[in-house]
Nanobody, 115 residues
Framework: QVQLVESGGGLVQPGGSLRLSCTVS????????MGWYRQAPGKQRELVAE???????NYADSVKGRFTISRDNAKNTVYLQMHSLKPEDTAAYFC?????????WGRGTQVTVSS
C-alpha cells in the first residue's frame, strides 16, 4: 500500500511564503513524476507544478516565478516552495506521484492566503 503524507500548509498573509512537503511510503519501486495540484472551492483540481525523476519541471503559468518544486529521491519526498503568495493561491494542495504501479494521491493540505 502506498501512502502520501503532505505537510506545511497553513494561513499566511499576502506576499508571504510557505513550503509544502510530501513524503511517499509503502510498496513503491520507482517514482517517476511527482507533482502538486490544487483545488479551490467550486473549481476543478489543477496542476500547480510537476517534476520528473530526472529533475525536469513544469509549472502552471499562474505560479511561474513564485513557486519552486523540488524532490529528494533518496527520501521519496517532493517539496513546493511558495513565495509571493496571493489570495487566489488559496486552495487545498494535493501531492501526486506516478509510479509503475499507478498514480497515487495524498489527502491534501490547506493553504489559505488572507490578511
Amino acid at each position: 500500500q502506498v501512502q502520501l503524507v503532505e505537510s506545511g500548509g497553513g494561513l499566511v498573509q499576502p506576499g508571504g511564503s510557505l513550503r509544502l512537503s510530501c513524503t511517499v511510503s509503502g510498496s513503491i519501486f520507482i517514482i517517476n513524476a511527482m507533482g502538486w495540484y490544487r483545488q479551490a472551492p467550486g473549481k476543478q483540481r489543477e496542476l500547480v507544478a510537476e517534476i520528473t525523476r530526472g529533475g525536469s519541471t513544469n509549472y502552471a503559468d499562474s505560479v511561474k516565478g513564485r513557486f519552486t518544486i523540488s524532490r529528494d529521491n533518496a527520501k521519496n519526498t517532493v517539496y513546493l516552495q511558495m513565495h509571493s503568495l496571493k489570495p487566489e493561491d488559496t486552495a487545498a494542495y494535493f501531492c501526486n506521484v506516478q509510479t509503475i504501479g499507478g498514480s497515487f494521491w495524498g489527502r491534501g493540505t490547506q493553504v489559505t492566503v488572507s490578511s
